[in-house]
């Protein structure tokens, strides 16, 4: 069965300093990986996603993750940080032969003035 | 605007009630999902349906009913509230199964 582990339940880090959201998944076949943001009282919007090609993928609001296989991780980054980005970050996995996108428990990011 | 639309926003429910969540997406996605959202937990599947006419369970399917009539419509049941049931849920839909799912704002459930 798929999973996702993100490490670290809350993160902080100083605006204009770098983002890293770690996330690592299990799956027996190629993975599709997904970055969500949830911000206050709202529903998930992606970020960006995974599924073939390229190995770093870039989203939206500047945010970019690379699939790295040989780690099974998918960390989300983001270079400097903007206090516009304080939210909490889901990973979700799935792949080809799946009918349904698990999630991980988030990471809520603060970001310090 | 297109999009997936829940109700209610939330709710206040007696223990023991039954109560129907709605949710309506109008992207003609063939899959839809039901997620709970509890503090620390993230988010948890508990149902879900691949096409009209068929669904599936997920995590943590006990307690919760669902069924796909049409393409548009996937509510969720609670047949016998119970308190534990007390979380935000989230309908969410996607092209496919294993694509990017897109979410409601979500219902706020209250059990007491």
């Known amino acids: 069965a798929q999973s996702v582990t993100q490490l670290g339940s809350h993160v902080s880090v100083s605006e204009g300093a770098l983002v890293l959201l770690r996330c690592n998944y299990s799956s027996s076949v190629p993975p599709y990986l997904f970055w969500y943001v949830q911000y206050p009282n709202q529903g998930l919007q992606l970020l960006l996603k995974y599924t073939t090609g390229a190995t770093l993928v870039k989203g939206i609001n500047g945010f970019e993750a690379e699939f790295k296989k040989s780690e099974t991780s998918f960390h989300l980054t983001k270079p400097a940080a903007h206090m516009s980005d304080a939210a909490e970050y889901f990973c979700?996995?799935?792949?080809?032969?799946?009918?349904?996108?698990?999630f991980g428990k988030g990471t809520r990011l603060h970001i310090l003035p | 605007i297109a999009g997936i639309t829940q109700a209610p926003t939330s709710q206040i429910l007696a223990a023991g009630r039954r109560m129907t969540l709605r949710c309506t997406q109008d992207?003609?996605?063939?899959?839809m999902y039901w997620y709970r959202q509890d503090l620390g937990l993230g988010l948890r599947l508990i149902h879900y349906s691949n096409t009209a006419g068929t669904t599936g369970k997920g995590e943590v399917p006990d307690g919760y009913s669902v069924s796909r009539a049409n393409t548009d419509d996937f509510p969720l049941t609670l047949a016998s509230a119970v308190p534990s049931q007390t979380s935000v849920y989230f309908c969410?839909?996607?092209?496919?199964?294993?694509?990017?799912?897109?979410f409601g704002q979500g219902t706020r459930l209250t059990v007491v």
């Open positions: 992207m003609r996605h063939n899959a």
């Open positions: 969410a839909s996607s092209l496919q199964g294993n694509t990017e799912a897109f």
């Open positions: 979700a996995v799935s792949d080809i032969r799946d009918d349904k996108i698990i």
